[in-house]
């Protein structure tokens, strides 16, 4: 086979590969798309020539899964429109390294074989999990939330994000090492339904008890672009506040991420406003608070009469959005980050409990803080999970989706039920199975009522983390490592 015509193959392996994140979530052709990449990166004749097919193959992996990238340069068009295209290229292309990377490791210290096929879904695990924890990470597309909307994905309470990605990346290993012969078809139906029917032994989640409490889920549906204007702000501030107001008796109202357009201090008016829409229920709110010359992307409670009693700031900032890295020389040309802030946002000291009172102790994620599983594993261990977010920078078709499908996974790792606010959708109540029993869809304002989920016992994942998950992965490595050592 050419070179040409194996590049090619890298190119459809990667898209392939890809069309298993949500919201497609065709997991078969994306098992085949990592078989097809492990086979082509196995049967490469240097290892150089793998690293290349890597490259090619991982460009179009995150090129096709992550292209809502774009959305947010497209909210301020006449700014930062010009930037999308950059965007998404030297996106695709940094995370793409990774896969030269792991390809060219495994052509050169493996051979073709079952064995190698193993030390290649161990060396593809491994930089996925680099790419997600250096530097400010960036865990999105990870090969395991291919089985989201899967029972599969229960398999995450014992092995987390990163040991599900093993096993995914094992499955096409498989496919790899078979090759382009028949069997490989029965093989790929038989890969795809093992996990599916290992997923199903988990039990239900555990009953929603009478007299649960009630949360109130506001979802205000901003346009992005219409957030910060000043003379439409004001009024959607008050349509939120009518939604807030709706008849009803729940225990806690949550608004979205910086969902209240106003630099909030303590004595700020518009505290009262809110406790006043709240009739004196506690209300989560997303907002900007400053201290001095440093700016925070915030999560208060209101409680009566105005008063703020508990205060998390967000502590992992999205990078060339939230803050610019050596913001100050690329300021020099013209280039900030994204958020309303000119100035960026400053992090907070770290993840942190909220005590609620009679509802227990809430862990808070702001935005694409529930991406990270580390994060969730953090404190002390939370009743529930309380996500705001601002979904209008993900567009509305794959970035939102994806967006919730991980936090579903973040439910079902620990074990514990999510309430989730999205400024334009998904807003929904998530169990500690990861089902989502109640949502509003993305481009809808209104709110939701719905009983705080129990929480079920403290998952495998959540009392080891990723440490077993690593070391399956170091094995995965040495087992490939020694084969190349006995073959000359």
């Given at each position: ?71 947010p340069f497209l909210v301020d068009a006449d700014t930062y429109g ?11 292309t940094g995370f793409a390294l990774f896969w030269a990377l792991a ?105 929603i008890p009478d007299g649960a409490p009630t949360i109130r889920i ?271």
């Amino acid at each position: 086979m050419t070179e040409t015509r194996r590049r090619l193959l890298a190119v459809l392996a990667g898209l392939a590969a890809a069309s298993g994140q949500v919201p497609l979530s065709l997991v078969p052709l994306a098992l085949a798309g990592f078989g097809l990449a492990g086979w082509l990166c196995l049967g490469s004749a240097t290892p150089r020539r793998a690293g290349w097919i890597g490259f090619i193959a991982g460009t179009a992996y995150f090129a096709a899964a992550l292209h809502w990238i774009v959305e947010p340069f497209l909210v301020d068009a006449d700014t930062y429109g010009w930037m999308a295209p950059f965007g998404l290229f030297f996106t695709a292309t940094g995370f793409a390294l990774f896969w030269a990377l792991a390809f060219w490791v495994a052509r050169r210290f493996a051979r073709p074989g079952w064995r190698g096929a193993v030390a290649f879904a161990g060396a593809l695990a491994a930089v996925e999990a680099t790419r997600s924890l250096i530097l400010t990470g960036f865990p999105w597309a990870l090969p395991a939330y291919i089985w989201a909307d899967t029972p599969a994905a229960q398999i995450a309470s014992v092995t987390g994000p990163f040991g599900l990605s093993l096993l995914t990346l094992l499955l096409g290993a498989a496919l790899a090492a078979i090759g382009p012969r028949w069997p490989a078809i029965p093989a790929l139906l038989v890969l795809w339904l093992l996990p599916i029917g290992a997923g199903s032994l988990r039990g239900p989640a555990p009953a929603i008890p009478d007299g649960a409490p009630t949360i109130r889920i506001v979802q205000p549906n901003v346009p992005q672009n219409e957030k910060w204007a000043a003379e439409i702000g004001a009024a959607h501030f008050d349509r939120a506040l009518g939604i807030t107001a709706a008849p009803g008796t729940p225990d806690l109202i949550v608004w979205p991420e910086t969902s209240v357009p106003y630099l909030i201090e303590p004595g700020h008016p518009v505290l009262q406003r809110l406790a006043n829409a709240a009739r004196g229920i506690p209300i989560a709110v997303g907002t900007q608070r400053a201290e001095g010359d440093r700016y925070f992307n915030t999560m208060i409670v209101v409680g009566a009469g105005g008063t703020i009693a508990e205060v998390y700031d967000k502590h992992h900032l999205v990078p060339f959005g939230e803050f610019f890295p050596m913001g100050d020389f690329f300021a020099r040309f013209g280039i900030r980050g994204l958020a309303q802030s000119s100035f960026g946002y400053s992090p907070g000291p770290g993840p942190r409990l909220i005590d609620l009172g009679p509802l227990g102790r809430a862990l808070p994620l702001i935005c694409y803080e529930a991406i990270f599983p580390e994060e969730v594993g953090a404190t002390a261990r939370p009743d529930w999970l309380l996500q705001i977010t601002n979904d209008a920078w993900f567009g509305t078709f794959a970035g939102p989706q994806q967006h919730l499908a991980q936090a579903r996974m973040r439910a079902i790792e620990q074990g514990l039920p999510m309430i989730r606010s999205a400024n334009t959708g998904i807003s929904a109540v998530i169990d500690a199975r990861g089902r989502v029993l109640q949502s509003l869809p993305l481009g809808l304002a209104g709110h939701l009522d719905v009983p705080l989920p129990s929480a079920a016992p403290a998952t495998i994942y959540a009392r080891f983390g990723d440490w077993p998950a690593f070391v399956a992965i170091l094995l995965c490595l040495l087992l490939g490592w020694t084969r190349s050592r006995e073959t000359p």
